[in-house]
């Protein structure tokens, strides 16, 4: 191809990231991503596109490469960033046949959507799967479709801060493009928040907030910077409560609710005050928690939001403290709430779903001590819930909790298996808090497991250890 100067490649480079972050918050395919890019960029070559479209360094692609030979016994090849730039940018020069499988593997991709196909590849659909390559074995029961290509990867979380951090470089007060940056970061990881280990994410959060500080003291658009530090520490709230942080909870989200209200976003200070809510009743401070939940009620707008607020803060609060009418009462509003709404059900930690209203409904009526209640709910929730997820970890511990008293054997192997699923580091405080529940409840059952059930949590690690160090592994 022909040769393109290094301004222009970095023109190419800032063009192609924010291609990147408008299809993301789009939710748009990586193989769209790299459509639309090379659509706009006609100098890129596809196996550049795609690695763009995953927000990529070459140094990222290249430490992908060598963690998929480490993964697989094998000792790394010296691939270096000048080999990739060449295969990117030189038409005659072409990785072999070693280097295109593991290059496809890392991307998720097939040599003829990188561009890599000279020797007629016949990779079919799904030969070269995420992770591993496809081999005939796979197909003992017919062929497989391609497994969907997953925008969010180890090595794109500290891309997203790059991103930010680019365009602060060239306006540290602020601008409309760090804005809208910043508020892509935010959408990204609250749609994303459940992929990560809560420590993983916590980091990177912390970093962009931390990036966008020194724009708040001046500048056009301090506001709206003011707003996405404020949902941030939303973000950081919530992350350090799966933590077991509580204190460093409570600063964070007085931070968001303080935001929220100074810049007039009233689903900031609602979800904020919601999240505080469940902090303190978790905390054992009942009367606090209601306080708080009915702050935020008074600061949700109609519909969704509101309903969220009073099915998330209001109801477990008033059953925690007994209130058996006042949470009826919040249940009922939250459904009419819903019934009027016109925001469809929305996803993400900000959002608010029919599992997540489930989750709320069963571990009231647990509360209010409504177990077959309790139960129907547990089992809708889980039921719309993928295997291995956060939410389906929840609605598998409150579904056990409502089963001791009838199936105490059937609820000991629930929390059995989500120990078995849900790896250490990627386990929230409010799921060992439900486990550590759930063993008190099994203890008087006989033939329940109980005892073995609580050897696997006494030698379960914390998620942040004695030194103040979160769970890596």
């Known amino acids: 191809m022909a040769t393109v100067t290094r301004a222009r490649r970095a023109a190419i480079q800032r063009a192609a990231q924010r291609i990147r972050m408008r299809c993301q918050r789009e939710h748009h395919t990586v193989e769209r991503t790299v459509t639309e890019i090379r659509t706009a960029l006609v100098e890129v070559t596809a196996l550049e596109a795609w690695r763009l479209a995953l927000g990529w360094s070459r140094a990222d692609a290249i430490e992908q490469v060598a963690a998929l030979y480490v993964d697989a016994g094998l000792r790394p090849r010296g691939l270096t960033d000048a080999m990739l730039c060449r295969w990117e940018h030189d038409a005659g020069r072409w990785p072999d046949d070693e280097y295109t499988v593991m290059l496809c593997r890392a991307y998720g991709a097939r040599p003829e959507q990188l561009g890599l196909d000279r ?164 905390s054992g401070r009942v009367e606090a928690a209601v306080e708080h939940a009915e702050r935020g009620a008074a600061a949700a707008a109609p519909g969704r939001v509101r309903a969220q607020l009073h099915a998330w803060a209001l109801l477990p609060a008033f059953a925690a403290a007994g209130r058996g009418d006042d949470a009826d009462h919040a249940l009922a509003t939250a459904m009419n709430e819903l019934d009027t709404a016109d925001e469809p059900e929305a996803p993400g930690r900000f959002g608010f779903d029919a599992a997540e209203l489930a989750l709320h409904q069963a571990e009231a009526y647990l509360a209010l001590g409504r177990p077959n209640d309790a139960r129907a709910c547990a089992e809708s929730s889980l039921a719309a819930c993928p295997s291995g997820t956060p939410g389906w970890a929840a609605a598998s511990l409150v579904l056990a909790q409502a089963e001791t008293s009838g199936t105490a054997r059937d609820a000991a192997q629930r929390a059995h298996d989500v120990l078995d699923r849900v790896p250490a580091a990627r386990l929230r405080s409010t799921a060992r808090a439900r486990l550590s529940r759930l063993t008190g409840m099994l203890t008087s059952h006989t033939g329940a497991d109980a005892s073995a059930l609580a050897e696997r949590l006494r030698t379960l690690p914390p998620p942040i250890d004695a030194h103040g160090q979160a769970l890596t592994s």
Not at 198 to 212: M, N, S, T
Request: glycine content about 10%.
């Open 119 to 282: 020797y007629g590849w016949a990779s079919g659909p799904g030969m070269f799967r995420y992770g591993r390559v496809h081999t005939a074995a796979d197909d003992g029961h017919g062929p497989h479709e391609q497994e969907p290509m997953r925008m969010t990867t180890d090595a794109g979380l500290p891309a997203v801060r790059e991103s930010l951090h680019l365009a602060l470089l060239a306006s540290p007060e602020g601008s409309p493009l760090v804005v809208d940056l910043a508020e892509a970061a935010v959408e990204h990881y609250a749609l994303n928040y459940s992929k990560h280990p809560p420590h993983v994410l916590f980091e990177q959060v912390r970093d962009v907030r931390k990036l966008l500080t020194p724009a708040l003291k001046s500048g056009p658009a301090t506001e709206d910077v003011r707003r996405q530090v404020g949902w941030l520490s939303a973000l950081l709230g919530n992350l350090a409560y799966h933590l077991d942080d509580v204190s460093g909870a409570r600063v964070h989200l007085d931070t968001a609710a303080a935001h929220g209200a100074r810049t007039g976003d009233r689903r900031l200070e609602a979800w904020a005050w919601g999240a505080q809510s469940m902090v303190t009743r978790t």
